[in-house]
């Protein structure tokens, strides 16, 4: 009986290899390790290892397309399944324009916050894009990773984007909308503050053809960005003229209609 418990006791005083989670190590496991370590270490390292994957994505960049179409640039990114122990890591070349038809349920609604979802369920290297309602998990899918949001206004045009890879930055986008002389149009920003850099863009038509910006700095034409709250602003257009075009020899052309879009930048 004496000798069972010196067994144990020694046995519990003896120190075992401890195996550390909370780096990377690159050369392990090491081909002079015990076969019986190969687990343990192999074990760390993908611990290690799964904390950067787990918020991994390289640009997939959101920018607006149009007022019903957002732009996912080309990037990589980790598609996790919801308790995050399988991470699927996709990426596409080429941009991918997300529509309406993209959505994971319903239809579109307006005055509305929506969020775009990478997705990764298919067998395949690159993933798709989704529209939710939802914040935490698009519907009907298994692997994801949020990319942003945007808001769908009262016109059910796109504006507001923010990009999750950049959210300490909110813009807005207008889109075009069409404009003649002597004309208020209110916009809505909903960019929480006050402290935003606006600027005013010209086209000629709706796809911006001849697209140029809108010069505020002469107070005599009338045109320009006013009366900024936290949640609109207002496109003015001048009483005789939306704006003034230049050839390439300096020949001034005055313009009584065409096409504005706001683009604004908030600055907190």
Not at 66 to 91: F, L
Not at 167 to 196: C, E, P, Q, R
Request: net charge negative; proline share 1%.
């Amino acid at each position: 009986m004496k000798k069972i418990l010196l067994g144990l006791f020694l046995s519990i005083c003896l120190v075992s290899n401890g195996y550390c989670v909370d780096e990377w190590l690159k050369a392990e496991p090491q081909g002079s390790r015990d076969a019986s370590d190969i687990d343990a270490y192999v074990a760390a390292n993908n611990s290690a290892l799964d904390r950067y994957l787990a918020y991994g994505r390289h640009d997939c960049k959101l920018s607006y397309a149009s007022e019903s179409t957002i732009t996912v640039g080309a990037g990589s990114i980790v598609c996790s399944n919801s308790t995050g122990e399988v991470r699927r890591m996709r990426a596409n070349t080429t941009a991918t324009t997300v529509s309406w038809s993209d959505i994971d349920t319903g239809s579109e609604n307006d005055s509305t916050t929506y969020y775009l979802w990478a997705i990764g369920d298919a067998d395949t290297t690159t993933f798709t894009v989704k529209i939710s309602l939802s914040s935490t998990a698009p519907g009907s899918s298994t692997y994801y990773k949020r990319l942003g949001s945007f808001y769908n206004n009262a016109d059910s045009n796109i504006t507001q984007i923010v990009d999750d890879g950049n959210a300490n930055i909110s813009t807005y986008d207008s889109g075009w909308f069409a404009v003649s002389n002597a004309t208020s149009y209110t916009k809505t920003h909903n960019l929480g503050t006050t402290k935003i850099i606006a600027k005013l863009y010209y086209a000629s038509d709706s796809s911006g053809t001849g697209m140029t910006e809108v010069f505020t700095n002469d107070p005599d034409k009338g045109w320009g960005i006013k009366n900024i709250t936290t949640t609109t602003l207002v496109a003015q257009t001048g009483s005789l003229y939306i704006t003034a075009t230049y050839s390439d020899t300096g020949v001034q052309t005055n313009v009584a209609s065409g096409y504005y879009r706001v683009i604004a930048l908030a600055l907190q």
